[in-house]
């Protein structure tokens, strides 16, 4: 999958959630989510602040480095103060302005896309990342945090088949779950096979392997981005490796949480 598709299909994953948030009204941006704290101003504000800073590192490596320097510096204070010093502005802005502010970011990200070659590397907060994987974790990203805003406020978001970057990062980040937790992984292979949204049948890994996880590409992105149980969803889990992945699998970066209980 090439650059441009990602771009674009970011493009569209904002795209999608916008259409959910522009109907909100005051009381509906001030929703309670399922993040502790957040509301759906959060969640919309907490994209908002990190695709500023993703434009930035794509724009100004060394203006980033000092950017993350100073946000690393406040990582041992309560996370209600992290919370003022990423989303404060955003919280202060109206409905009006929430929306308009995060179109503008997500604006200002897609205009430093346009620099990116495929073989880039991008700064970020952990160690750097290649162009397709920074922007897939952006798309990542929406996708979750919409998930978020969707369960709180209700409407329609159809499943697409955008969900194969989600996917793909799914399956690439089993062994960070366990780095970030710091257990050995199994050495189990584990095949993934899923049916996305168009019908198509997605197989990742060694389709031959006895451990396995099966069912639905949608139920596996709300597994491995953490806003489901597995026994929540309807995938089937074929093996102790694969249902031990299941219960830990974390896509995205940051300390190892667990996720929803079962």
């Known amino acids: 999958m090439d650059l441009a598709t990602v771009i674009r299909d970011l493009h569209d994953e904002q795209d999608a959630l916008d259409t959910i948030v522009r109907e909100l009204d005051s009381p509906g941006w001030d929703t309670p989510t399922s993040s502790p704290r957040w509301s759906v101003t959060d969640q919309i504000g907490h994209l908002a602040y990190f695709d500023r800073t993703a434009a930035l590192a794509i724009r100004d490596a060394a203006a980033f480095e000092a950017h993350a320097a100073e946000l690393g510096s406040r990582f041992a204070a309560p996370p209600e103060q992290l919370d003022e010093l990423t989303l404060g502005p955003f919280r202060a802005l109206d409905a009006e302005g929430r929306l308009e502010e995060w179109r503008s970011a997500r604006e200002e990200l897609a205009d430093a896309s346009t620099g990116l070659a495929e073989d880039s590397r991008v700064i970020w907060y952990g160690p750097s990342m290649?162009?397709?994987?920074?922007?897939?974790?952006?798309?990542?990203?929406?996708?979750?945090?919409?998930?978020?805003?969707?369960?709180?406020?209700?409407?329609d978001r159809p499943a697409t088949d955008r969900l194969a970057h989600i996917v793909r990062l799914g399956v690439n980040t089993r062994s960070w779950t366990y780095l970030n937790r710091r257990e050995e992984a199994?050495?189990?292979?584990?095949?993934?096979?899923?049916?996305?949204?168009?019908?198509?049948?997605?197989?990742?890994?060694?389709?031959?392997?006895?451990?396995?996880?099966?069912?639905?590409?949608?139920?596996?992105?709300?597994?491995?981005?953490?806003?489901?149980?597995?026994?929540?969803?309807?995938?089937?889990?074929?093996?102790?490796?694969?249902?031990?992945?299941?219960?830990?699998?974390?896509?995205?970066?940051?300390?190892?949480?667990?996720?929803?209980?079962?």
Not at 131 to 155: I, N, P, Y
């Open 186 to 262: 199994p050495e189990a292979p584990v095949a993934v096979v899923l049916t996305a949204p168009s019908g198509a049948v997605w197989t990742h890994g060694d389709p031959e392997a006895a451990d396995r996880v099966e069912g639905s590409a949608e139920d596996f992105c709300l597994v491995v981005t953490q806003r489901r149980h597995v026994d929540a969803t309807g995938l089937r889990t074929t093996g102790s490796a694969a249902r031990d992945w299941m219960e830990k699998a974390q896509a995205f970066a940051g300390p190892a949480t667990d996720g929803p209980a079962a």
């Open 130 to 155: 290649g162009s397709k994987s920074f922007l897939t974790a952006r798309l990542m990203e929406c996708w979750a945090h919409g998930q978020d805003v969707l369960d709180a406020v209700g409407g």
